[in-house]
């Protein structure tokens, strides 16, 4: 089912910048020509896949079609500011708007070639890869020829903690040898994914930050093994594909590592910032469309002789989900503009505000549009159920909601000036 969520609120709160406004009426126009009308067929499509018939999920054929038809307006990388092989890149600032409408949708942002994991490992190619590892990965992935996948996590640890993952990498001559077990490797399952960014520990006995490293794995190289997909909320995500994958002596040249040893909690810092405020701006476009369909439910159904845009509870609802909805975009926006000015680094807080801010309130907004369809929320036959297991997922994806607030407490305690020095060793008495 589709419902266009435009509406004034979706524009950056002060004035689009110049390149946004333009570019903003043309993916509107494109939403409303060519994805909202083929949201029933991709889904279908999708739905036809099993991963067991063939070797792994396909693109469905609309989307491809979809995405020649946004390369040829312009429409495409529009997420990768300051890179010489991505001119047409836009600040994070210039690009929040254009991805909060790509956001009404799961899988629009695939389209535009500014879909998670691809974006977070073109900018990590674009950041930190060699002129020869961008030669070879960085331009077919701009160009949409490949896709790539993201391994960090791991089941056997809390990956929370990305110092406690196990999967090693070790120095072997002219090669690296990797082995580990990684899973939600979002994009592994892809007949199109062609490269793997692995983390793994490359000295266990360096300070704690300095063990961790990345390498560049082609997909097909010979010890990777696809375990399994892993179902969210019972959604297998095809074609996305979150996998299970096991790596058994997997040997790759030592060109391969990325930036160097030691390196690679640095460049998975560097990855993660700009990936989380894309899924927040994703976010407050699942939760304008979820409004809208909201709103929309309950003006069209009576109960107990009134329309239920008419009952008390629901203008409560109503009125507070704008407010959140405004709350969470105005965070997303600054949090955005500092990115650009300042840095990463310096923005630090407010990234971590809107990843803990953004998809709790989608969440909400999503749960009150379920509320508000009854039976039909859960079901298929509109987009809640699924946005909402989509959502849900991004409260502990890249860094759970309690990582980001005791990150952010202890940025606010030092601001103040009111951390305590690290306690020393514990005194025992002798007795």
Known sequence: MTTSASSPAIQAPFGDPPRTAALRQRLEAFMAEHVEPNEGQVEAESAAQSWHSAAGWNTPPTVQRLKALAREQGLWN????????????????????????MGRNTWASEIFNCSAPDTGNMETLDRYGSELQKDRWLEPLLAGEIRSAFLMTEPEVASSDATNIRCRIERDGDHYVINGRKWWSSGAGRRQCRLLIVMGKTDPDAPRHQQQSMVLVPADTPGVKMLRPLKVFGYDHAPVGHMEVLLENVRVPVDHLLLGEGRGFEIAQGRLGPGRIHHCMRSIGAAERAFALMCRRLATRDAFGKALAEQGVWHERIAQARCMIEQARLLTLKAAWMMDTVGNKAAQAEIAMIKIVAPSMACQVLDWAIQAHGGAGVSEDFPLAYT???????????GPDEVHRQALARLELARLGLRRKPAGPPVTRGC
């Open 388 to 398: 909402y297991a989509d959502q849900r997922t991004l409260r502990f994806a890249d």
């Open 78 to 101: 529009l997420f990768l500011p300051h890179s010489a092989r991505a001119p047409e890149g836009l600040s994070n600032y210039e690009y929040a708007p254009l991805c909060e409408i």
